[in-house]
């Protein structure tokens, strides 16, 4: 199923008059007729509100303001209101709470706060689902379905245990494939009986909280079941749904670079996806725009929704910053390019009472539409208002690949004897820095995903090799494109046991290399590696033309590598193998497996990413223009769409590349010619064909 249709770009987000009386509504409805929104989402925590007792259900409010939603004309993102269980429930069984890392079993308090494990969460949390959609299902103002909310953390009960038993029984089939995996004669831990079997936790197999364990099969494992689990209850809900509504797609919204939940194992069964945006500060557009491109990937480049990000400030930080003047518009048209049809926010109007009292809100406490943020969003709104469908429905045409694991971030955080500060998530931001830089398209996909569309790969911190992968990526390469991966690949199997084999695994042939020993060393240590490219295409295709040599620093970790056929690219230059590769390329098929083997700085990465993408002849857009972000969609129609941010405070000027018009003022861009981004500004220009 489809995304949601829409008329325009959806604009709107979280709303809650059920904290409100009447003549606010109104108040709500005159001003959302100001910003033009189109969309609310209802209902996110109303399970209180809709089921106070365990036989009572009343629909009288919620009824009230799903009509007065409609009458309003607004399309209706309807939740289950699961994300949080009423105090009745749990006061009446405990065990829909949770039990911590600690071994605590908790109360009632707080939020996403119930046992994926609970029977009683379970059939309930499904009832509740149930009968929203026998009520609402059909509505026409209902356009999607929002299940529970940011699913996350984790649970340790006992019935979790039987839980994460029974996954592991339809896992491993047999206690000895479970020995086997987990590699149990390693201290004593061979199990007879799967009843035997505990969650890792503080309380058996970690130290020093959930990255240390004495056992990553374990961890790993549970970690996979308690996803799983979770995607358990949304599956409960999303099939009671599906009984008397069949045609309204269901979503949940996630939260982009969200370490606990493998965001891929959900994605099959989310009919869209969608995200909430909460960067920590503005420094934060390169990591942004990966996670668009994360959330875009998890449905094979389908458009996704912004479900929620902040008019100005959120509040659960110690320092909430606010956005300046003209950010929020750019990072709504940053999501837009990136493949978002639809730019929501959380919240409508700020609540009055709670933690969230003083977040962010596109209406404050006074309720008034004269502030600068409600005039920045009504500002948006008339721009969604006038590009209409424009985009809607438009893919991300890119030429190159950035595989991402949640099993390999999971697996080289939590592994003792490497480095505990080498963090996946930097390094894979280095190495889609250099392709932001580079002003490529990117399709950020997990390793599961088709690579036959794409000319690059590129595979950093490529930890644990599953499946059929090392093949595929060798075809990409057989066919003439280009692999690239890093340090800390193809180490594992996928119970993260080591493979018995040189390093990288299955990995060395397409890298042509062996990996003898390495080195791990703290921040300060820098060893210089110096790049120089001799190889067949190193006068470049493209412009800007690439630096034939340069030296580089690299830190925290360092492979020694023997060539098995592949030519050095980069060397070491201190220590005692100094002189010694440090980025390899390898000629297999009609293309290249690329190696680099240390922690290279930025520059380091963004060459090594240039050289491979001149080698593809990928148009670079604008690749020396600092600050300034570029994305292409391309509509159902063929139209290409080319979105130009701004992310400086001051006028970027660039020279046009194609002909076209801006889309905003309908004014022509001629190629050859200058066009300038206002501060802050957007510019979209539709190419010529
Ligand atoms: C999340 C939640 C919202 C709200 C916001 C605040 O995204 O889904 O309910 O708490 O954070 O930033
Ligand atoms: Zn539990």
Request: proline share 6%; charged share 25%; aromatic share 10%.
């Amino acid at each position: 199923m489809s995304p949601p249709v829409t008329p325009k770009i959806a604009f709107g987000g979280d709303y809650n008059p059920e904290q409100w009386p009447d003549h606010v509504w109104d108040q709500d409805y005159r001003l959302f007729d100001a910003a033009r929104f189109d969309t609310v989402t209802l209902g996110v925590f109303d399970w209180a509100l809709i089921q106070p007792a365990l036989d009572v259900y009343d629909f009288t409010l919620l009824d009230r303001i799903v009509e007065r939603a409609a009458a309003e004309g607004r399309a209706i993102c309807l939740a289950t209101g699961t994300g949080a269980h009423p105090a009745w429930l749990a006061r009446a069984y405990p065990e829909v709470t949770r039990t911590d890392f600690e071994g605590r079993r908790h109360r009632f308090g707080q939020r996403h706060n119930s046992c994926p494990s609970s029977p009683v969460f379970r059939r309930l949390s499904a009832e509740l689902a149930r009968r929203m959609a026998r009520r609402y299902g059909g509505h026409p103002a209902v356009i999607a379905w929002h299940i529970g909310n940011e699913y996350g953390g984790a649970c340790y009960c006992e019935l979790c245990a039987a839980g994460f038993r029974q996954w592991l029984r339809e896992r491993y089939g047999s206690l000895e494939a479970l020995n086997a995996a987990w590699y149990t004669t390693f201290w004593a831990h061979t199990f007879g009986d799967w009843d035997e079997i505990e969650p890792p936790s503080a309380l058996t197999e970690h130290w020093r909280g959930p990255d240390h364990t004495a056992f990553q099969g374990i961890t790993l494992d549970y970690r996979r079941f308690m996803s799983d689990a979770m995607l358990a209850n949304f599956r409960d809900e999303k099939a009671a749904i599906r009984e008397t509504c069949p045609d309204v797609p269901v979503t949940t919204n996630f939260m982009g670079l969200y370490q606990p939940i493998d965001y891929h194992r959900w994605a099959p069964h989310l009919d869209f996806a969608s995200w909430d945006n909460y960067p920590p500060d503005d420094t934060a557009r390169v990591r942004m725009a990966l996670a668009h491109d994360l959330m875009r990937g998890l449905k094979d480049g389908q458009p996704f929704w912004v479900m929620e990000q902040t008019p100005s400030t959120t509040a659960s930080r110690d320092v909430n910053p606010l956005k300046r003047p003209g950010v929020m518009r750019l990072w709504s048209w940053q999501a837009v390019a990136h493949g978002a049809d639809a730019v929501l926010f959380f919240q409508l109007r700020a609540s009055r009472g709670a933690c969230e009292k003083y977040h962010g809100a596109v209406i404050g406490h006074a309720g008034r539409g004269d502030t600068r943020v409600f005039r920045e969003v009504a500002q948006l709104g008339a721009e969604f208002a006038r590009l209409g469908g424009t985009v809607l429905g438009a893919r991300t045409p890119a030429r190159v690949a950035l595989l991402f694991d949640w099993d390999s971030w999971w697996a080289v955080e939590m592994t003792d004897g490497l480095s505990r500060l080498v963090r996946y998530q930097q390094v894979v931001q280095a190495y889609y820095t250099a392709l932001w830089d580079a002003g490529v398209d990117v399709d950020v996909v997990p390793v599961t995903a088709g690579l036959d569309g794409y000319d690059v790969v590129v595979a950093p911190l490529l930890h644990m090799v599953k499946g059929d992968l090392a093949q595929r990526l060798e075809e990409v390469a057989a066919r003439g494109g280009s692999v690239v991966t890093t340090f800390l690949s193809g180490r594992v199997d996928e119970d993260d046991n080591a493979f018995l084999t040189d390093v990288p695994g299955p990995l060395g042939p397409l890298t042509g290399v062996r990996v003898d020993e390495w080195d791990a060393r703290g921040p300060d240590f820098v060893n210089p590696v110096r790049l120089r490219d001799t190889g067949p295409d190193s006068g470049s295709q493209i412009e800007p033309e690439i630096e034939p040599e340069i030296e580089v620093e690299s830190r925290l970790f360092f492979e020694i590598v023997i060539p098995a056929g592949a030519e050095t690219v980069g060397t070491y230059t201190a220590d005692f193998y100094a002189g010694t590769p440090a980025v390899t390329r390898n000629a297999f098929g009609a293309g290249h497996g690329w190696y680099v083997a240390a922690g290279l700085d930025q520059r380091g990465v963004s060459w090594v990413v240039r050289r491979v993408l001149d080698h593809h002849g990928i148009e670079l857009r604008y690749p020396d223009v600092q600050d300034l972000e570029t994305a292409v969609r391309v509509t159902p129609a063929g139209d290409r769409i080319l979105f130009l941010l701004n992310h400086r405070n001051e006028a970027i000027e660039v020279t046009a590349e194609r002909d076209g018009v801006e889309l905003f003022t309908k004014s022509r861009v001629r190629a050859g010619e200058p066009v300038k981004i206002e501060a802050c500004g957007v510019l979209l220009v539709q190419e010529d064909m």
